[in-house]
C-alpha cells in the first residue's frame, strides 16, 4: 500500500485547507487511518482518526475544527481543516494499518501546512 498525501499550503489564519490521502496497491487491506502532524522539534502527534466502521477520534487541540472522513469504496481519507491557527503549523502525514495484521502499517510522504498570523 502506498499513501499519497496533497493539499497543503500556506493559509492566513482563521483559514481553511482540505487534505486528502489517496492510497494505491492493496486498498482493501487498509483498516483505520488517520491524520498525524510533526511540527519543527515536537515529537509527531495524532491528530485525528477514524476506523473503518467510522468510529473517529480527534486530539483535544483540534477539536471542532477539523473533520475527519474517509471515501471506503476508495479507502480515501480526508480532512476538512477549518479556523486554522499558527499552531497548526506541521508537516501533516497520512497512515493507515492493514485490516487484519496489528505490525502493518503505512505512511504518506507528509504534506506541509503553514499558518501565517
Known amino acids: 500500500v502506498q499513501l499519497q498525501a496533497s493539499g497543503g499550503g500556506l493559509v492566513q489564519a482563521g483559514g481553511s485547507l482540505r487534505l486528502t490521502c489517496v492510497p494505491s496497491?492493496?486498498?482493501?487491506?487498509?483498516?483505520?487511518m488517520g491524520w498525524f502532524r510533526q511540527a519543527p522539534g515536537k515529537e509527531r502527534e495524532l491528530v485525528a482518526s477514524?476506523?473503518?466502521?467510522?468510529?473517529?477520534k480527534y486530539a483535544d487541540s483540534v477539536k471542532g475544527r477539523f473533520s475527519i472522513s474517509r471515501d471506503n469504496t476508495k479507502n480515501t481519507l480526508y480532512l476538512q481543516m477549518s479556523d486554522l491557527k499558527p499552531e497548526d503549523t506541521a508537516v501533516y502525514y497520512c497512515?493507515?494499518?492493514?485490516?487484519?495484521?496489528?505490525?502493518?502499517?503505512?505512511w504518506g510522504q507528509g504534506t506541509q501546512v503553514t499558518v501565517s498570523s
Open positions: 477514524i476506523t473503518d466502521g467510522g468510529s473517529i
Open positions: 496497491g492493496r486498498i482493501f487491506d487498509i483498516g483505520d
Open positions: 497512515h493507515a494499518g492493514h485490516t487484519y495484521y496489528a505490525q502493518l502499517e503505512y
